[in-house]
């Protein structure tokens, strides 16, 4: 289970409305790239539980990801304690990713934030040795990711870098709707909400062309870091 990069969301579809275009740039140049969701999105107005994780299965086999997990936290009410961050950092040490995409620091679903926090602080725990986990009955190492990049999602936040994804926009919106559940369906009869009007797929494309366009990029996906950014050579700025 061993990947390059490792995509974590609060919930089904986070990765997909935030960072898929992103991850499908990485996968077809080689790179391995696993999802892990906190929850089953249980508490979404739309659908249910079972039929989120089978949309999940569905988008990471469109994605092309090496796996999907689900560690089952209770959605609206996971908390920022021991056990929740042992079970990442479980999941952490046995795929050592180079790289962990989280949730956004700050969002308008409470989740968001609290699983951006539960996720770096797990990522840091997992490479203290002193902390032991086992995994099917063998003990892990130690592993520390080399960077936590936490996509932008809902809230409009300043970005530190954003991401060319422009060549992967239109399959980008296929994994988006391969939660049929969630976003717009015209022969629908579940509640409205705020993601699953039509006007909402116009607002992702419009939200990826307006972080792409100060890079001169078609569109692009949004990160912050929460350290300094490195640059070797100037001219490959953008």
């Known amino acids: 289970m061993k990947v390059d990069i490792l995509a974590i969301g609060a919930h089904p579809d986070d990765i997909e409305i935030s960072c898929s275009g992103t991850l499908l740039h990485h996968i077809s140049l080689g790179h391995k790239v ?35 997990a689900n560690l089952g936290f209770a959605d609206g009410f996971f908390e920022h304690n ?21 949730n956004s620091i700050h969002d308008r679903h409470p989740d968001h934030g609290r699983a951006a926090k539960l996720i770096a602080d797990a990522c840091f725990y997992a490479g203290l040795r002193r902390i032991e986990t086992e995994w099917e009955g063998q003990a892990q190492k130690a592993w520390r990711p080399e960077v936590v990049y936490h996509y932008i999602q809902d809230y409009n936040l300043k970005p ?14 296929e994994l988006i709707q391969a939660f049929k559940s969630q976003f717009y369906d015209p022969n629908s009869s579940e509640p409205q909400t705020p993601i699953s009007s039509a006007e909402f797929l116009e607002f992702v494309r419009a939200k990826n062309a307006t972080y792409g366009r ?7 996906e949004a990160f912050t870091v929460n350290r ?11």
């Not at 950092?89 to 989280?102: E, G, K, N």
């Open 160 to 173: 530190d870098f954003v991401f060319d994804i422009s060549p992967y926009m239109d399959k980008k919106m």
């Open 82 to 102: 021991q056990s929740n961050i042992l079970e990442i950092v479980q999941m952490i040490r046995l795929t050592q990713p180079r790289i962990v995409l989280a």
């Open 228 to 238: 300094s950014i490195g640059v070797d050579n100037l001219f490959s700025i953008k």
């Open 214 to 220: 100060p890079a001169g990029f078609h569109y692009a």
């Open 34 to 68: 696993g999802l892990l969701d906190l929850t089953a999105g249980e508490l979404g107005s739309r659908g249910s539980a079972e039929i989120r994780l089978q949309e999940a299965h569905a988008a990471s086999q469109l994605m092309g990801a090496s796996f999907r």
